[in-house]
């Protein structure tokens, strides 16, 4: 049976188009934004995380697979953007408590057959 880690690598090297587009909801409501720490959870291609550090904050993006991460790693060097990019399990990965002034998680549970922003 494939790993989690697996799956969502297989999903994401089988994605040519790298979408840029951030969600609705974030896009609606980016008045809200400010600056400092942000973390996106379960990043993906990472969409939400240019946006967020294009908007003015220093973004930790963590996910699973190592395909997305590498992808948004690439994609935030080569716009110069302050994205600290990590592969890590969010079942069990210990996040660092009260440095961050956003936290925004999109579609974590999604099943890969439903990812909206991919
Ligand atoms: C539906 S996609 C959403 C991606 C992104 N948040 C977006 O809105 O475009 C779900 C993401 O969760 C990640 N994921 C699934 N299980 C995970 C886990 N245990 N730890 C970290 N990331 C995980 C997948 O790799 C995938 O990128």
Same mark, same amino acid.
């Given at each position: ?41 379960? &990043? ?70 439903? &990812?909206?922003?991919?």
């Amino acid at each position: 049976m494939k790993t989690d880690r697996e799956k969502w690598d297989h999903r994401y090297s089988q994605e040519t188009v790298q979408t840029l587009t951030p969600d609705s909801f974030l896009y609606d409501y980016q008045g809200l934004l400010s600056s400092g720490r942000a973390l996106d959870a379960a &990043c993906g291609l990472g969409a939400n995380s240019i946006f967020l550090a294009a908007h003015g904050y220093e973004v930790d993006a963590i996910d699973i697979s190592i395909v997305a991460v590498s992808r948004l790693r690439a994609e935030a060097t080569h716009r110069n953007l302050p994205i600290r990019c990590l592969v890590a399990d969010l079942d069990n990965y210990i996040l660092p408590k009260q440095i961050y002034d956003l936290v925004v998680v999109f579609y974590f549970f999604f099943s890969s057959f439903h &990812c909206p922003n991919t």
